[in-house]
């Protein structure tokens, strides 16, 4: 019993040390322009049975069941924070590079790992586990970025879109790999399913979701979080069950969950947001924990072309094909094909050869390598992109301004959901509302400016108060009026 106890503390210890350190250095992976997922995988790494921590972990099926579990609630949160009206623009060709895009990288990556010297059923499986890009890494590396709305929104849905068809290539080229029998046009007709089937079974229960979580009533408040944790949990499962998409479902289920007036809805948001940060720092923890970097070197030759490669010739020429007939400029469409970055999802694509084809007998140590490689190639392909994203959109001439995040915020907590509309507008200075008085504006009867935020002060709105450049105006309204009042406060979108 004093064994369990003291393994206990001890592994409790070493969980939050890593955890601390992971949180306090992300603030300077984000000040240096470096993905902060770069920062938890060297954590866990140095933290491995080849750095000073000394850890040994090898257990493939753990990292690929907690790996899955992390994207579940990165994927629901980012849902959970999409707003609908803003899609519109870039839902069809996010469509198309989601799911023809994704064939497409994984045939010419293929090409490019048979060409330095991989075999055929290698090479078919290397391509089809880098072929989509991380939500995690995407969603961390695009936040603040002035980059313009319809490009950053297709980088963005193209990321929380794309798993489904990378997992069933990747689970169709490693039963090629086990048995020699190519899949044929029975694996267009799976990718249909799946995605139907998750689309389906994610707005279905994503919709009842919404329909109880405006009616239930809860013991505590504290509990509304834990109702949309399970309904994400619940949305994986029936479609995995139903033989769909489960991600697909997930994310689905997020955003139209997220479109609805919910009780508590800007805690549940903030919930899911830090929920979404612990799982992906431990996602990456646990995939550093498992590379062995003495490894490393021995992969690093062929693992730099392919990267470069996969870079420079498959994402860009596949990404390019997809969006000219959505009358994107070239400039939009370097960006989107540069700004891919892979991250978690290709490592826990990687584990799904060595756990299968591992238990068939296939040599170990042979699919490590290759695991190996996939690490590798993840890692100096989300490094080289991750640290050009705060100039990119500069010197590609795609910035678009963003408002400054405000000192204090105002947050009306309901049991009920709440129907009326709640705005944070900035004033810029091209603001309708500048220099103009609360009265000058002559808003709406049924719309109220409740707290303006000027630098760090908190100003009480009144008919006087005249608007200056950099203030933030919150105000409600009903949500019908809403695009009304945002023109005639800060202009239009």
């Not at 790999?177 to 229960?205: C, F, T």
């Not at 969950?257 to 508590?264: D, E, F, K």
């Not at 890692?379 to 301004?401: A, D, H, K, N, Q």
């Not at 000058?440 to 005249?466: F, Q, Y």
Request: hydrophobic share 60%; charged share 10%.
């Amino acid at each position: 019993m004093d064994d369990v106890i003291t393994l206990t503390g001890d592994a409790l210890a070493v969980a939050g040390l890593l955890l601390l350190a992971s949180t306090l250095l992300s603030r300077v992976g984000h000040r240096l322009g470096v993905p902060v997922s770069l920062f938890f995988l060297a954590i866990g790494m140095l933290a491995g049975s080849d750095g000073p921590g000394g850890i040994w972990f090898d257990r493939f099926d753990v990292s690929y069941i907690c790996g899955t579990s992390a994207l579940v609630l990165i994927l629901f949160a980012g849902g959970l924070n999409t707003q609908v009206l803003h899609l519109r623009h870039a839902l069809a060709p996010a469509g198309v590079l989601a799911t023809v895009g994704v064939v497409g990288i994984a045939a010419v990556s293929a090409v490019g790992a048979h060409a330095v010297g991989l075999a055929w059923t290698e090479a078919l499986l290397f391509g089809a586990i880098v072929s989509c890009t991380d939500a995690a890494a995407v969603f961390a590396v695009l936040d603040g970025v002035p980059l313009r709305r319809r490009v950053a929104l297709t980088i963005e849905l193209e990321s929380g879109l794309n798993d489904p068809v990378a997992v069933i290539l990747t689970v169709a080229a490693t039963a090629y790999a086990a048995s020699g029998v190519a899949p044929g046009w029975g694996l267009a007709a799976e990718i249909a399913q799946q995605l139907a089937v998750g689309a389906a079974v994610g707005v279905g229960l994503g919709a009842a979701a919404r329909w109880m979580l405006a009616r239930v009533r809860l013991s505590t408040a504290a509990l509304f979080p834990v109702l949309t944790v399970a309904v994400a949990m619940i949305c994986f499962g029936v479609a995995s069950v139903c033989r769909g998409s489960g991600f697909l479902a997930v994310y689905l289920a997020g955003i139209v969950i997220g479109q609805g007036a919910l009780p508590y809805k800007l805690t549940l948001q903030r919930f899911h947001d830090s929920l979404a940060w612990l799982a992906q720092i431990a996602m990456f923890l646990l995939l550093g924990l498992l590379v062995f970097p003495a490894a490393l070197p021995a992969v690093a030759g062929r693992g730099l072309l392919l990267a470069l490669f996969l870079a420079l010739v498959a994402r860009p020429l596949v990404v390019t094909v997809c969006l000219l007939p959505f009358g994107f400029a070239w400039r939009e469409i370097a960006c989107i094909a540069w700004l891919g970055l892979r991250g978690a999802v290709p490592i826990i694509l990687a584990t799904i050869p060595v756990l299968t084809l591992g238990n068939a007998g296939a040599p170990v140590r042979e699919l490590v390598n290759a695991f190996d490689l996939v690490f590798f190639v993840v890692v100096v392909g989300s490094f080289i992109p991750g640290m050009t994203v705060r100039y990119l959109p500069r010197l590609l001439r795609l910035e678009e301004p963003l408002a400054p995040t405000p000192v204090a915020a105002v947050d009306i907590s309901s049991e009920r959901p709440i129907r009326e509309a709640q705005l944070n507008l900035f004033i810029g200075p091209a603001a309708p509302a500048l220099g103009r008085t609360l009265l000058e504006l002559a808003l709406p009867d049924d719309a109220a400016v409740m707290l303006i935020v000027r630098g760090d002060r908190l100003i009480a709105p009144r008919g006087a108060t005249r608007f200056e450049l950099g203030d933030h105006a919150f105000v409600i309204c009903p949500p019908q009026r809403a695009a009304e009042v945002t023109r005639a406060v800060a202009g239009p979108e």
